[in-house]
Protein backbone atom coordinates (compact mmCIF):
# COMPACT_ATOMS: atom_id res chain seq x y z
CA UNK A 1 0.00 0.00 0.00
CA UNK A 2 1.27 3.60 -1.09
CA UNK A 3 1.25 5.87 1.94
CA UNK A 4 1.30 9.29 0.14
CA UNK A 5 -0.63 8.39 -3.26
CA UNK A 6 -0.44 10.82 -5.97
CA UNK A 7 -3.43 11.47 -8.16
CA UNK A 8 -3.47 10.75 -11.33
CA UNK A 9 -6.35 13.73 -12.60
CA UNK A 10 -6.18 12.60 -16.14
CA UNK A 11 -7.60 9.62 -15.74
CA UNK A 12 -10.71 10.34 -14.23
CA UNK A 13 -13.67 13.03 -15.36
CA UNK A 14 -13.57 16.07 -13.00
CA UNK A 15 -16.71 17.12 -11.15
CA UNK A 16 -17.91 20.19 -13.03
CA UNK A 17 -21.32 19.93 -10.83
CA UNK A 18 -22.08 20.10 -7.66
CA UNK A 19 -24.14 18.11 -5.13
CA UNK A 20 -26.50 20.52 -4.97
CA UNK A 21 -27.50 20.57 -8.49
CA UNK A 22 -26.83 16.45 -8.51
CA UNK A 23 -30.33 16.96 -5.63
CA UNK A 24 -32.02 18.92 -7.65
CA UNK A 25 -31.69 16.89 -10.76
CA UNK A 26 -32.55 13.87 -9.15
CA UNK A 27 -35.87 15.43 -7.62
CA UNK A 28 -37.00 16.68 -10.93
CA UNK A 29 -35.96 13.58 -12.67
CA UNK A 30 -38.10 11.26 -10.26
CA UNK A 31 -41.03 13.98 -10.03
CA UNK A 32 -41.27 13.93 -13.90
CA UNK A 33 -40.32 17.51 -14.46
CA UNK A 34 -37.80 16.95 -16.29
CA UNK A 35 -36.54 13.60 -18.81
CA UNK A 36 -33.46 11.97 -17.42
CA UNK A 37 -31.44 13.94 -21.14
CA UNK A 38 -33.22 17.80 -20.07
CA UNK A 39 -32.31 17.37 -16.66
CA UNK A 40 -28.71 16.16 -17.99
CA UNK A 41 -28.38 19.48 -19.87
CA UNK A 42 -30.19 22.02 -17.58
CA UNK A 43 -27.88 21.26 -14.10
CA UNK A 44 -24.51 20.38 -16.09
CA UNK A 45 -24.43 16.82 -15.08
CA UNK A 46 -23.21 13.95 -17.47
CA UNK A 47 -26.44 11.61 -18.44
CA UNK A 48 -25.17 8.23 -17.57
CA UNK A 49 -23.78 9.48 -14.17
CA UNK A 50 -27.52 11.01 -13.30
CA UNK A 51 -28.71 7.46 -14.65
CA UNK A 52 -26.85 5.98 -12.14
CA UNK A 53 -27.65 8.47 -9.26
CA UNK A 54 -31.46 7.96 -10.28
CA UNK A 55 -31.64 4.44 -10.27
CA UNK A 56 -29.10 3.97 -7.22
CA UNK A 57 -26.92 1.22 -9.12
CA UNK A 58 -23.89 2.73 -8.18
CA UNK A 59 -23.88 4.16 -4.49
CA UNK A 60 -20.15 3.61 -3.62
CA UNK A 61 -17.69 6.47 -3.79
CA UNK A 62 -14.96 6.52 -6.04
CA UNK A 63 -11.87 5.19 -5.58
CA UNK A 64 -10.47 3.08 -3.08
CA UNK A 65 -13.34 2.06 -0.35
CA UNK A 66 -12.79 2.43 3.24
CA UNK A 67 -12.55 -0.82 5.85
CA UNK A 68 -14.21 1.47 8.47
CA UNK A 69 -17.12 3.36 7.71
CA UNK A 70 -16.81 6.69 9.30
CA UNK A 71 -18.83 5.55 12.11
CA UNK A 72 -17.01 2.68 13.23
CA UNK A 73 -13.96 4.55 13.14
CA UNK A 74 -15.47 7.33 15.48
CA UNK A 75 -16.35 4.42 17.82
CA UNK A 76 -12.62 2.97 17.67
CA UNK A 77 -10.99 6.54 18.61
CA UNK A 78 -13.16 7.39 21.44
CA UNK A 79 -12.46 3.69 22.67
CA UNK A 80 -8.95 3.88 22.31
CA UNK A 81 -8.77 7.46 24.01
CA UNK A 82 -11.12 6.09 26.91
CA UNK A 83 -8.38 3.28 27.34
CA UNK A 84 -6.00 5.88 27.78
CA UNK A 85 -7.97 7.40 29.94
CA UNK A 86 -7.82 4.43 32.37
CA UNK A 87 -4.61 3.64 32.15
CA UNK A 88 -4.54 0.61 29.54
CA UNK A 89 -3.63 2.41 26.14
CA UNK A 90 -3.02 0.66 23.12
CA UNK A 91 0.10 0.10 20.62
CA UNK A 92 -0.15 -0.33 17.24
CA UNK A 93 -0.27 -3.99 17.50
CA UNK A 94 -3.26 -4.17 20.37
CA UNK A 95 -4.88 -1.90 17.86
CA UNK A 96 -4.63 -4.25 14.44
CA UNK A 97 -5.90 -7.28 16.69
CA UNK A 98 -8.87 -5.18 17.54
CA UNK A 99 -9.81 -4.34 14.22
CA UNK A 100 -9.28 -8.18 13.24
CA UNK A 101 -11.32 -9.24 15.80
CA UNK A 102 -13.97 -6.58 14.82
CA UNK A 103 -13.99 -7.97 11.25
CA UNK A 104 -14.25 -11.57 12.60
CA UNK A 105 -16.77 -11.20 14.89
CA UNK A 106 -19.00 -9.14 11.92
CA UNK A 107 -18.11 -12.07 9.61
CA UNK A 108 -16.67 -9.26 7.31
CA UNK A 109 -13.70 -10.44 5.49
CA UNK A 110 -11.30 -7.93 4.19
CA UNK A 111 -9.27 -9.51 1.02
CA UNK A 112 -7.08 -6.52 1.36
CA UNK A 113 -5.80 -7.91 5.00
CA UNK A 114 -3.83 -11.00 5.70
CA UNK A 115 -6.11 -13.10 7.49
CA UNK A 116 -8.24 -10.30 8.59
CA UNK A 117 -5.22 -8.29 10.00
CA UNK A 118 -4.68 -4.97 9.27
CA UNK A 119 -0.91 -3.46 8.69
CA UNK A 120 1.23 -1.14 9.87
CA UNK A 121 0.09 1.29 7.27
CA UNK A 122 -4.02 0.62 7.90
CA UNK A 123 -2.50 2.19 11.63
CA UNK A 124 -0.47 4.92 10.07
CA UNK A 125 -3.24 6.55 8.03
CA UNK A 126 -5.98 5.73 10.73
CA UNK A 127 -4.06 7.95 12.93
CA UNK A 128 -2.98 10.58 10.16
CA UNK A 129 -7.37 11.10 9.83
CA UNK A 130 -7.49 11.20 13.39
CA UNK A 131 -5.18 14.07 14.33
CA UNK A 132 -7.05 13.79 18.16
CA UNK A 133 -4.57 10.89 18.88
CA UNK A 134 -0.55 10.37 19.04
CA UNK A 135 1.95 7.85 19.66
CA UNK A 136 3.97 8.59 22.85
CA UNK A 137 6.52 6.65 24.92
CA UNK A 138 4.17 5.21 28.33
CA UNK A 139 4.87 5.51 31.86
CA UNK A 140 4.88 2.09 33.35
CA UNK A 141 3.40 2.65 36.88
CA UNK A 142 2.03 0.16 39.31
CA UNK A 143 -1.94 -0.64 39.82
CA UNK A 144 -0.98 0.89 43.62
CA UNK A 145 -0.29 4.12 42.08
CA UNK A 146 -3.16 4.22 39.31
CA UNK A 147 -5.78 3.81 42.35
CA UNK A 148 -4.92 7.45 43.82
CA UNK A 149 -7.80 9.44 43.64
CA UNK A 150 -8.52 13.34 43.68
CA UNK A 151 -10.19 12.62 47.13
CA UNK A 152 -7.02 10.93 48.77
CA UNK A 153 -4.63 13.59 46.92
CA UNK A 154 -6.73 16.46 48.93
CA UNK A 155 -6.87 14.36 52.02
CA UNK A 156 -3.10 14.25 52.54
CA UNK A 157 -2.43 17.78 51.49
CA UNK A 158 -5.10 18.87 54.69
CA UNK A 159 -3.64 16.82 57.05
CA UNK A 160 0.16 18.01 55.80
CA UNK A 161 -1.09 21.25 56.45
CA UNK A 162 -1.88 20.41 59.87
CA UNK A 163 1.28 18.70 60.22
CA UNK A 164 3.65 21.37 59.18
CA UNK A 165 2.11 24.17 61.80
CA UNK A 166 5.30 25.88 63.07
CA UNK A 167 7.94 23.82 61.43
CA UNK A 168 10.62 25.91 60.71
CA UNK A 169 11.13 26.20 56.42
CA UNK A 170 14.91 24.38 57.04
CA UNK A 171 13.18 21.48 58.68
CA UNK A 172 10.54 20.87 56.12
CA UNK A 173 12.08 18.59 53.18
CA UNK A 174 10.51 17.23 49.90
CA UNK A 175 12.37 14.34 48.33
CA UNK A 176 11.37 12.23 44.98
CA UNK A 177 12.91 9.46 43.62
CA UNK A 178 13.53 8.78 39.99
CA UNK A 179 14.15 5.52 38.05
CA UNK A 180 17.12 5.39 35.63
CA UNK A 181 16.55 2.05 33.15
CA UNK A 182 17.04 1.00 29.75
CA UNK A 183 14.25 -0.96 29.46
CA UNK A 184 13.38 -3.44 26.14
CA UNK A 185 9.83 -3.64 26.69
CA UNK A 186 9.33 0.13 26.43
CA UNK A 187 7.14 0.56 24.00
CA UNK A 188 5.19 3.04 22.03
CA UNK A 189 1.25 3.46 22.71
CA UNK A 190 -1.97 5.38 21.71
CA UNK A 191 -3.11 8.48 23.36
CA UNK A 192 -4.91 11.61 23.68
CA UNK A 193 -2.49 14.28 21.49
CA UNK A 194 -0.91 16.57 23.73
CA UNK A 195 -1.28 14.54 27.13
CA UNK A 196 2.39 14.94 28.61
CA UNK A 197 2.80 11.91 30.74
CA UNK A 198 0.73 8.94 29.18
CA UNK A 199 0.76 5.79 31.62
CA UNK A 200 0.31 2.25 31.14
CA UNK A 201 -0.30 0.70 34.16
CA UNK A 202 1.75 -2.82 35.03
CA UNK A 203 1.48 -5.34 37.55
CA UNK A 204 5.22 -4.40 38.06
CA UNK A 205 8.07 -2.13 36.52
CA UNK A 206 11.51 -2.92 35.88
CA UNK A 207 14.05 -0.42 37.90
CA UNK A 208 18.03 -0.52 37.47
CA UNK A 209 19.24 2.53 38.99
CA UNK A 210 17.42 4.37 41.78
CA UNK A 211 18.06 8.29 42.12
CA UNK A 212 16.50 10.28 45.57
CA UNK A 213 16.50 13.87 45.11
CA UNK A 214 15.84 15.98 48.45
CA UNK A 215 15.09 20.22 49.14
CA UNK A 216 14.17 21.77 52.01
CA UNK A 217 11.95 25.17 52.36
CA UNK A 218 14.49 27.32 52.17
CA UNK A 219 15.55 26.49 48.93
CA UNK A 220 18.64 24.31 49.72
CA UNK A 221 19.31 21.25 47.59
CA UNK A 222 20.52 18.15 49.28
CA UNK A 223 23.17 15.78 47.97
CA UNK A 224 21.48 12.75 46.18
CA UNK A 225 21.03 9.16 47.07
CA UNK A 226 22.06 6.95 44.58
CA UNK A 227 20.40 3.45 44.79
CA UNK A 228 21.79 0.59 42.77
CA UNK A 229 19.53 -2.68 41.84
CA UNK A 230 22.77 -5.13 42.47
CA UNK A 231 23.79 -7.58 45.41
CA UNK A 232 27.26 -5.73 46.03
CA UNK A 233 28.16 -1.79 45.56
CA UNK A 234 31.65 -1.70 43.03
CA UNK A 235 34.07 1.19 43.93
CA UNK A 236 33.71 2.30 40.27
CA UNK A 237 30.19 3.05 40.61
CA UNK A 238 30.73 5.83 43.30
CA UNK A 239 33.80 7.63 41.32
CA UNK A 240 32.97 10.99 39.59
CA UNK A 241 29.44 11.54 41.25
CA UNK A 242 28.76 14.91 42.61
CA UNK A 243 29.86 16.49 45.99
CA UNK A 244 28.52 14.74 49.36
CA UNK A 245 26.37 12.31 46.98
CA UNK A 246 25.59 8.36 49.15
CA UNK A 247 25.48 5.31 47.12
CA UNK A 248 23.81 2.28 48.46
CA UNK A 249 22.84 -1.02 46.32
CA UNK A 250 19.58 -3.29 46.97
CA UNK A 251 17.93 -6.29 45.29
CA UNK A 252 14.75 -4.50 45.39
CA UNK A 253 15.12 -0.81 44.92
CA UNK A 254 11.79 -0.03 46.12
CA UNK A 255 12.02 -1.83 49.61
CA UNK A 256 14.78 0.79 51.10
CA UNK A 257 14.05 -0.58 54.72
CA UNK A 258 17.44 -3.13 54.10
CA UNK A 259 19.68 -0.53 52.57
CA UNK A 260 22.56 1.07 54.98
CA UNK A 261 23.87 4.07 53.77
CA UNK A 262 27.61 4.16 52.41
CA UNK A 263 29.41 7.67 52.99
CA UNK A 264 31.94 8.52 49.84
Known amino acids: MVRNHKKNYTGRYNLKYTEQNLALAIKAVKMRQLSLRKASVKFGIPRTTLNRKVKGTHTLNYGGQKILNDNEESML ?49 FLKKNPQLSERFGENIKRARASVTQDIVNDYFDNLMKSLENVSPSSIVNYDETNFTDDPKKQKIIAKRGSKHPENVLDSTKTSVSVMMAGNADGELLPPYIVYKAENLYPSWTENGPQGCRYNRSKNVLSMSSCICIDI
Not at 101 to 122: A, C, H, I, Q, V
Open 77 to 125: CDCLLLCAQWGFPMSRKDLRLVVKSYLDKLGRTEKRFKNNLPGTEFVIR
